[in-house]
């Protein structure tokens, strides 16, 4: 099970919007609305902030927005912090009853 | 609050074994499935492995598929990861990670991992 495919890295200036994309294929991201994504702060543990495509667990800022079309997932932040300066992980569960993660986007806010 | 605690972590030998556990509060640990994901130096997030919240399915990766093993005790709230036959490329931290099922899905608390270091 290959990894999905995401940007090594994305930039923004505070305030901005950004897009991250996680690519797959129809046997993960494509084939189900399992998807779901993760911010890591250096040294620390990841952080659910999407379920299912575009869920926002309880206490998740509405900063923080899904959608998928195709085999293509995207992860977009608005109004960019400086805290949002992370790792983010994509995943998706597949039809080989495991689950992958993306390779991982750094977002660095300028 | 809801609290995920791994342990057994360390240097090891190839070939060797170790044994993680994961000690867990807060939540009902039964009703839950139970994911390990691993992470090595440097590089992004690996699936190690899942199980369901009554031990019935377990779903490994194939990097570990046949030398990793998950279990979980509910008397003691607490998940498990046997892992033999260790591998340099199995040097990683090791998190354990709370779902939101009774079998897999997200992962929506987690622990703050431990370290393996396989190295002669």
């Known amino acids: 099970q290959s990894a999905l495919t995401q940007p090594a890295s994305v930039s923004g200036s505070p305030g901005q919007s950004i897009t991250i994309s996680c690519t797959g294929t129809?046997?993960?991201?494509?084939?189900?609305?399992?998807v779901s994504w993760y911010q890591q702060h250096p040294g620390k543990a990841p952080k659910l902030i999407l379920s299912?495509?575009?869920h926002r667990p309880s206490g998740v800022s509405n900063r923080f927005s899904g959608s998928k079309s195709g085999n293509t997932a995207s992860l977009t932040i608005s109004g960019l912090q400086a805290e949002d300066e992370a790792d983010y992980y994509c995943?998706?569960?597949?039809?080989?009853?495991?689950?992958?993660f993306g390779g991982g986007t750094k977002v660095t806010v300028l | 609050q809801e609290k995920l605690v791994e342990s057994g972590g360390g240097v090891v030998q190839p070939g060797r074994s170790l044994r993680l556990s994961c000690a867990t509060s807060?939540?009902?640990?039964?009703?839950?499935?139970m994911h390990w994901v691993r992470q090595a130096p440097g590089k992004g997030l690996e699936w190690v492995a899942c199980?369901?919240?009554?031990?019935?399915?377990?779903l490994y990766g194939d990097s570990v598929k046949g030398r990793f093993t998950v279990s979980r005790d509910n008397s003691k709230k607490t998940l498990f990861l046997q892992m033999n036959s260790l591998r340099a490329e199995d040097t990683a931290v090791y998190y354990c990670?709370?779902?939101?099922?009774?079998?897999?899905?997200?992962?929506?608390?987690w622990g703050q991992g431990t370290t393996v270091t396989v190295s002669s």
């Open positions: 995943s998706s569960f597949t039809s080989f009853s495991t689950w992958v």
């Open positions: 807060g939540f009902t640990f039964s009703l839950f499935g």
């Open positions: 129809s046997s993960d991201v494509g084939g189900y609305n399992y």
């Open positions: 199980i369901w919240n009554d031990g019935s399915h377990n």
């Open positions: 990670a709370k779902t939101v099922t009774m079998s897999g899905g997200e992962m929506d608390v």
């Open positions: 299912d495509v575009n």
